[in-house]
């Protein structure tokens, strides 16, 4: 009975325990700045960042997967049924256009050259010996010394020889041609691929490739983008000169700036894009054929936008919201629409211009609560640079730096900010 007793008392003790340790956690808890639902949390003032809605021109932009590829590409194959006498270049060596790239023998060819021009020679004379006797013929006529007949016959030989030497220039002309076949030239300016034959190898025009010539310098970026943004781009070809951005994975190379120089005539129906391609220099050979790059063109610029940074944009369960900062330093949750998310900027509606709004620490602000402006951390920093001029930076035409920002400005939004408008992969 007295152990009983005992082990009563002591569960009420560390009942009594418990209750007493709830009770002291939950007073610190309430005592803590920003605590929902205690007096001292809504009264303690939460240290924030903010920044001022503003309105200003947002230019659009549109991410899209590309692939560099060669401006022109062209397989050399020979045009006759020959072995190779000389290779003038080595794999993978820059050539310009009108370099010799081979000489195939020509010995056969170099027969029927001079066989044809001799064949003209003698044509020659003949055409000369038959425009003489012609002319000595209707002196005569012309005297009554010979017969309307057989000036005829006089005239028939001229046209003979005439045709003759016709005939025969026409040949030694397919000689000339057949004979130039045994070079080949570079057609442009390019790096060679591979050389797929030695001296000596016997080379048909039905044969595989010889060497691949590519132009680098220009080179293409070829990507799609979605078939609602053509009506854009075209809008934007008409005006002029639409920049084109690309820019590697992995960062490591500054972005390249080019033009569009091509817009497909057909959206491919099964992926809803348009293919589409843009043309860079590339002096320094860093775009290379088959080559992945993100590729960011302009399609719009939407006028008068009222923008704010985008880590100013919260998530509620059902909407977007930002907490509005009255003048007594109490703040409003505010619902708004997200349109678009740009350029580290957040195009909104529902909240006017001029409007304070917290940009960083909302984690910790409540509705009806206060704030106090405190230290600028380095995102909200970044994001009140944003506020200031990613707009403008990026309305430069996307001349490498802004694109590139923005785009790592658009990655590093928060979770719950709508996801900037992108373009599919291209359909392999």
């Known amino acids: 009975m007295a152990f009983r007793r005992l082990s009563s008392l002591i569960i009420v003790l560390i009942v009594v325990a418990l209750g007493v340790g709830y009770w002291w956690w939950a007073s610190q808890r309430a005592a803590q700045p920003g605590a929902g639902g205690g007096q001292q949390g809504r009264n ?30 062209v397989d050399i194959r020979a045009q006759i049924n020959t072995t190779v006498k000389v290779i003038h270049f080595k794999e993978g060596q820059l050539v310009k256009q009108g370099d010799l790239l081979f000489t195939f023998d020509n010995r056969t060819e170099e027969a029927a050259l001079q066989r044809a021009q001799a064949q003209v020679t003698k044509s020659r004379g003949d055409f000369a010996n038959a425009e003489r006797n012609l002319q000595r013929q209707r002196e005569l006529f012309s005297q009554k010394f010979i017969s309307p007949a057989g000036l005829d016959v006089a005239v028939n030989q001229f046209e003979l020889a005439k045709g003759q030497l016709a005939v025969d220039e026409a040949s030694l002309e397919v000689a000339r041609v ?15 691929g591979a050389i797929n034959v030695r001296v000596g190898s016997l080379v048909q025009p039905n044969g595989a490739a010889l060497v691949t010539i590519s132009q680098l310098d ?44 091509f817009v497909d005539s057909t959206v491919d129906v099964a992926s809803g894009t348009i293919p589409m391609k843009a043309s860079f220099s590339n002096a320094d050979a860093k775009l290379w054929p088959g080559m992945f790059v993100n590729v960011t063109i302009p399609t719009r610029v939407i006028d008068e936008a009222t923008v704010v940074p985008i ?118």
């Not at 057949?178 to 080949?184: G, Q, R, V």
């Not at 509005?324 to 703040?331: G, L, R, W």
């Not at 900027?345 to 602000?365: D, H, P, Y």
């Open 44 to 73: 303690s003032p939460v240290s924030v960042t903010t920044a001022v809605v503003k309105k200003q021109s947002v230019p659009v932009t549109v991410l899209a997967n590309g692939t560099v590829v060669a401006l022109q590409a």
């Open 178 to 192: 057949a004979k130039s076949l045994t070079e080949i030239r570079a057609p442009f300016a390019g790096r060679s």
């Open 218 to 261: 220009p080179i293409a970026v070829s990507f799609s983008l979605p078939e609602r943004e053509l009506a854009s781009v075209q809008s934007s070809l008409s005006k002029g000169e639409v920049k084109v951005t690309a820019e590697l994975p992995d960062g490591k190379l500054p972005p390249f700036v080019g033009k569009l120089t």
């Open 311 to 428: 880590p100013a944009v919260q998530s509620g369960p059902e909407r977007k919201f930002v907490y509005v900062v009255n003048a007594d330093n109490s703040t409003t949750l505010q619902n708004i629409d997200v349109l678009l998310n740009q350029s580290g900027l957040a195009v909104i509606s529902g909240v006017a211009a001029g409007t304070k709004v917290v940009v960083e620490g909302a984690q910790n602000v409540r509705p009806k609560g206060l704030v106090v402006e405190g230290a600028a951390t380095g995102s909200s920093k970044a994001g009140k640079a944003g506020n200031s001029g990613a707009g403008s930076e990026a309305g430069k035409g996307g001349e490498g730096g802004a694109a590139g920002k923005a785009n790592k400005a658009d990655k590093d939004a928060t979770a719950n900010s709508i996801p900037p408008v992108a373009a599919p992969s291209p359909a392999k």
